[in-house]
Structure formats: structure tokens, C-alpha cells
């Protein structure tokens, strides 16, 4: 939808009245075009709104409001379909709650077109609004906090930035962006806070491209020693090896790549083993290990494993 939309609107209703209709088109030309799109149009709007309430009431604030606009080739007609909800509004709802540092609960309240637009609101929580303020300056809000991140984020994923310092939140936006491709959609979001500010962003084809490359994977090597106590075998190969007496005592599954091998070695549960193993990460390009793997080269003379994360 254009910034020109409301015009259009103006012109489409005085079809009929032939008069009418000629002199509304010679005052919006006069006006000239619009520059703004319906998104900043709405923001002014409800900043004037909160600024004319605050006269009487200095407290006023507005009720938030998050819209999501997929556009794509099967959303021109401004409906959501069923399959679209069950593989985007959950993982949308989850992206914030990440960005925000704590659970969001989102809402739906309408459904409009321009594409297709989702009209939510954050679930209000009846403890957080009996507790009184501490300051006399309203705080933002979990949803308004997460969003202000998310756009952020989202703005820079388009750009092909550099995004390693939201590495916390790369999974659930790749969640999205993988829902995304599933039904050739893009994603417009835009929120407006209770204190008459927006916040917008998008991830388009090009974004998910980049977010795809980020999750792809290269293999870290590196040769160490697991010492201790096997609590485990299985036939396929795999050995567990637990590092210390205490429950908490890190333990290792080292595979076999040849079972016949462990078969060899004879080994038994409760046996104190020295393995050198090869230690693989795969790390992704935001440097998220996304599996590690222990695979036994041979055995090693008795010494104290150094500790690393199972």
C-alpha cells in the first residue's frame, strides 16, 4: 500500500458524484503527493492524539500495537491462512520474548488488508499493572524493549551487517526467516509504542539469503585426551566416558568409527580408560557451535583430561 492510499480511498468514494469527485481531485493536486507511507501517517496521528490527551492528562499513554505485513505472491488478497498462522505467529512471539530478555505473550486483534497486515497487541499481565511506578517516567515495556532490539537487528540483517553481538537471537529470527521461505512471504514489522513512537523493519528475500549463509557450518578440529571411568557401551560403536566421581563430573560419548576396534579393546563398564580423541565442532559463521563430536584416534598414556564442555 502506497502513501497515497487514503487519497485513493477519497477519490474511490466520490466515483459516483461526478461534481464532487472532479473538485476533490483538483484540492488533493493542489495538496501535491504524499511522501509519507500509511505507516508514518498512522504514527503522526497517534502522536498528535497522546499529545492533545496529555493536556488534561499528563499520565495518558496509548495502547501498544505490533502489525506484521506479509506481502508475497499468494497474499495480495488480505487473509491469513491457516498454515501461515501455525508457522509464523508462535516463532514470531518467541523471537520477541528473546529479544526482550523475558517471556512476551502476544495477542491477535485483526486482520486487514494491504497485502496481508496482523493486527497484535501484547497479552496485558494484571501483576505488572497493580505494581505502582518507581519513577515519574513511564519505564518501556518487555514488548516495546524486544521490539526496539528485533527492528534493530532486523535492519541489520537486511544490510548483510555484521550481527555476532545478537548471536543470542540469531536462532529465533532464523526460525522465522526459514517459515518465511517455506511460503515465499516477506515480512514487514512495524510497532507502535505507548509513548506515540514506531518502530519498523522487514525481512525480505534478501535478508533470509543472509541468514541463511550465517547458519551454514565449518568444521574446528582439535586433538585432546579424555581420561575415565566408562559408564556406558553400545553396540554401534559409542563409549561413554565420565570424568570423575561426582554426579556432576562431565562425561564424554566417544565413538568408535570401526566398532570392531572396541570390540578388540575388550573394554567393561566401570573400566578407567585413557582415550585421545579428535574433538569436532561445527560452528556457524556467528561462531555457535552447532554439534561437536568426539571420535577416538587411539589410546593415550595415563594423564589428568583437561575439561571441556560435553
Known amino acids: 500500500m502506497t502513501g497515497d492510499s487514503w487519497r485513493e480511498r477519497r477519490r474511490a468514494l466520490l466515483q459516483g458524484d461526478p461534481d464532487e469527485a472532479e473538485r476533490t481531485a483538483e484540492f488533493l493536486d493542489r495538496l501535491g503527493t504524499e511522501d509519507r507511507d500509511d505507516e508514518e501517517i498512522e504514527a503522526e496521528h497517534r502522536a498528535s492524539r497522546l499529545a492533545a490527551t496529555r493536556e488534561y492528562a499528563p499520565d495518558a499513554r496509548l495502547d501498544e500495537e505490533l502489525q506484521l505485513r506479509l506481502t508475497g505472491p499468494d497474499a495480495e488478497g488480505g487473509a491469513l491462512r491457516f498454515q501461515w498462522g501455525d ?35 501484547p497479552v496485558a499481565i494484571a501483576s505488572d499493572a497493580a505494581e505502582p511506578a518507581a519513577l515519574d517516567t513511564p519505564t518501556a515495556s518487555a514488548a516495546s524493549t524486544g521490539l526496539g532490539t528485533l527492528t534493530t537487528l532486523l535492519d541489520a540483517v537486511e544490510a548483510e551487517r555484521d550481527i555476532r553481538e545478537w548471536a543470542p537471537l540469531f536462532d529465533a529470527v532464523e526460525a522465522v526467516s526459514r517459515a518465511l521461505s517455506r511460503y515465499a512471504l516477506d515480512l514487514g514489522v512495524t510497532w507502535y509504542d505507548a509513548e506515540g513512537h514506531m518502530r519498523r523493519a522487514r525481512l525480505t528475500e534478501r535478508g533470509r539469503q543472509y541468514v541463511k549463509r550465517l547458519r551454514e557450518t565449518k568444521d574446528r578440529d582439535q586433538e585432546i585426551i579424555i581420561s575415565g571411568r566408562i559408564t556406558e557401551m553400545r553396540e554401534s560403536g559409542l563409549v561413554k566416558v565420565k570424568t570423575g566421581t561426582a554426579k556432576n563430573a562431565p562425561a564424554y560419548d566417544v565413538r568408535f568409527e570401526e566398532p570392531d576396534e572396541l570390540l578388540r579393546m575388550r573394554p567393561g563398564l566401570g573400566d578407567n580408560v585413557h582415550f585421545r580423541v579428535r574433538f569436532r565442532q561445527q560452528l556457524d559463521s556467528m561462531g555457535i557451535a552447532r554439534s561437536t563430536e568426539y571420535t577416538y584416534l587411539g589410546s593415550a598414556a595415563e594423564q589428568t583430561s583437561l575439561p571441556l564442555e560435553p
Open 87 to 121: 508457522a509464523l505467529l508462535q516463532p514470531v512471539e518467541h523471537m520477541v520474548s528473546v529479544a526482550a530478555g523475558t517471556p512476551v505473550q502476544l495477542e491477535l486483534t485483526g486482520i486487514s488488508a494491504g497485502s496481508t497486515v496482523v493486527h497484535a497487541r
